[in-house]
């Protein structure tokens, strides 16, 4: 069954200083995608970034870029500069089924992040 | 465009009651999500609509839960008899099943707390 581990429960870092949030996934299908949501406190879950399982670069958002290490299954979201807006829930999820078919997400269980000033 | 639109945002019940939430997606989005978030835990699939056929309901606990999407665009998600643990949010997910399709949009969602 596929799955996504999200080690971290909660993460500090210094305002303007770079984070990384940890994912690993466990799947058979050799295709698959990998999205990272924030979910501030007020609960609406934003899009950050998506890294499809056959793309060759990893996928990069503004300040947002996801270490994407196939062999490992990890798909680590990396945050530059990190501004006090950052500071929330950030979850790990994978696509269960093709980009084109009627696909399901599979959740971590979540990293809340805090950025101190 | 006008993101997904989740109603009410807030509803506190008794146990043995019934609640009704109600989502409308994202106009032109076919494949509609009611997810279950429980506190401290990530969103949890309960019922996946492709238009107005239900394509995935494995994980809706269909003693109590119901939901319908009658016409393809907005959703009810029914809970009757509430129980103590479902209290959660309620959130709802719209997607295009033209490209890009890749992203699923959130809509607020509904905070139900059973007592």
């Known amino acids: 069954a596929q799955k996504i581990t999200q080690t971290q429960p909660g993460m500090f870092v210094q305002e303007k200083e770079a984070v990384t949030l940890d994912c690993t996934y466990d799947?058979?299908?050799?295709?698959?995608?990998l999205f990272w949501y924030k979910q501030p406190s007020s609960g609406e879950m934003i899009f950050l970034i998506y890294?499809?399982?056959?793309?060759?670069q990893n996928a990069t958002e503004g300040r947002y870029s996801l270490n994407f290490q196939k062999a490992r299954k990890s798909a680590n979201l990396v945050i530059s500069a990190s501004q006090l807006g950052d500071s929330a829930m950030y979850f790990c999820?994978?696509?269960?089924?093709?980009?084109?078919?009627?696909?399901?997400?599979?959740f971590g269980s979540g990293t809340r992040l805090l950025v101190r000033p | 465009e006008a993101g997904v639109a989740q109603s009410p945002r807030y509803k506190i019940i008794e146990k043995r009651q019934s609640v009704a939430f109600w989502c409308n997606p994202i106009s032109g989005h076919a494949t509609l999500y009611w997810y279950q978030q429980i506190l401290g835990q990530g969103p949890k699939l309960l019922i996946q609509f492709q238009n107005n056929g239900v394509v995935d309901d494995s994980q809706l606990p269909k003693d109590r839960f119901s939901a319908e999407r009658l016409k393809g665009v907005d959703s009810t998600l029914k809970i009757q008899p509430a129980k103590l643990e479902d209290s959660a949010v309620y959130l709802c997910a719209s997607r295009r099943t033209r490209p890009p399709y890749n992203e699923q949009f959130f809509g607020p969602g509904t905070r139900l707390t059973v007592l």
């Open positions: 890294q499809g399982s056959y793309d060759q």
């Open positions: 799947t058979s299908d050799p295709s698959y995608g």
């Open positions: 999820a994978m696509r269960e089924g093709r980009a084109d078919s009627s696909y399901k997400l599979i």
